[in-house]
């Protein structure tokens, strides 16, 4: 999976790309919001996220909270999607 973000005067654009032959999942920061992105291309596309859990650091007796989930974005097989921050 490649995935960039593009700004230039003062718009930025998402793009999503996988290569691959099979279904892949790209790991997103944790403060992305999906529904500020608007698709591009397709037009009808949707950044629909997953939550996978933050893999936890081996630690001796922790009082540290619980791992956030990481946000993730699925792609079928040789997909693109390109979507921009609505402003």
Do not use: C, H, M
């Not at 279904?23 to 919001?33: E, G, V």
């Not at 007796?61 to 791992?67: E, G, T």
């Not at 993730?72 to 040789?78: E, R």
Request: zero cysteines.
């Amino acid at each position: 999976v490649f995935g960039f973000l593009r700004e230039t005067d003062g718009e930025k654009v998402l793009v999503l790309i996988n290569y691959a032959y099979r279904p892949a999942t790209l790991d997103l920061p944790a403060d992305f919001k999906a529904d500020q992105w608007k698709p591009l291309f397709p037009a009808n596309a949707k950044l629909e996220l997953a939550a996978a859990p933050k893999a936890a650091k081996k630690a001796k007796k922790s009082s540290a909270p619980a791992a956030s989930a990481v946000p993730q974005v699925k792609l079928d097989a040789q997909q693109v999607l390109i979507f921009k921050l609505a402003k």
